[in-house]
Each structure stands twice: as structure tokens, then as C-alpha cells.
């Protein structure tokens, strides 16, 4: 069992930055490929970025593509998502994911491919 912990949202005016932290627990975080999601009230789960296990690879979703960056340490068990040029619709709660199969060397934008989930951390931004 992985148990996933984020950090780091919070109110922020348009324009302006965050940088968000997903704790891993377990001894296996280095195997995982790793994502981020958000969720805007009403709306789907959407994929906003993701890094293969030894962060070679890393993908974003089209409406973050040049604002956001995600690296993780595996040493700190830990995937990070700095933020900026934050746009009101990046608004929602932001649920980093974990994928353990494929060998962690595969990013999937589909959200039933992450086997843990975290509770997630509220994104606010002011316009």
C-alpha cells in the first residue's frame, strides 16, 4: 500500500506562482511513474502532468504546457509541480497519482491507470 500526501496549495493572485509536494510513503517510490491531476468543481479529473520513474521522461497536459514543471527526488520519496503564470482556470484540487505497473517508465494521461491516489491540495486563484 503506497499512501500518497500533497502540499503546498493555496490562495494565489492570477499571474503568480505555487509550488506543489506529494510525500510518498513505502520503500518503492523509485519504481512508480508518478502524475498530477486537478479537479474544478463540475468538472472531470484532468491530467496535468507526469514523470517517469527515473525522470527522464515527463509529460503535460496541453493547458499547462510551458507554465508548469514536475520533477520529483526519489530520495525524499517525493514529486513536486511548480506552478506559474497561474490562470484562474487552474483553479480546483490538485491529486497527485501513482502508477506502479509498466515499470514506471510509462505516463498515462488516463486516470484509471493510477493505482494510488492522494487526498489532494486546493488550488485558488484570483483574477
Known amino acids: 500500500q503506497v499512501q500518497l500526501v500533497e502540499s503546498g496549495g493555496g490562495l494565489v493572485q492570477a499571474g503568480g506562482s505555487l509550488s506543489l509536494s506529494c510525500v510518498a510513503s513505502g520503500r518503492t517510490f523509485n519504481n512508480y511513474a508518478m502524475g498530477w491531476f486537478r479537479q474544478a468543481p463540475g468538472k472531470e479529473r484532468e491530467f496535468v502532468g507526469g514523470i517517469t520513474r527515473n525522470s527522464v521522461s515527463k509529460y503535460y497536459g496541453d493547458s499547462v504546457k510551458g507554465r508548469f514543471t514536475i520533477s520529483r527526488d526519489n530520495s525524499k520519496n517525493t514529486v513536486y509541480l511548480q506552478m506559474n503564470s497561474l490562470k484562474p482556470e487552474d483553479a480546483g484540487v490538485y491529486h497527485c497519482?501513482?502508477?506502479?505497473?509498466?515499470?514506471?517508465?510509462?505516463?498515462?494521461?488516463?486516470?484509471?491507470?493510477?493505482?494510488?491516489w492522494g487526498q489532494g491540495t486546493q488550488v485558488t486563484v484570483s483574477s
Open positions: 497519482a501513482a502508477d506502479p505497473k509498466r515499470d514506471g517508465m510509462v505516463v498515462s494521461p488516463a486516470t484509471n491507470l493510477y493505482d494510488y
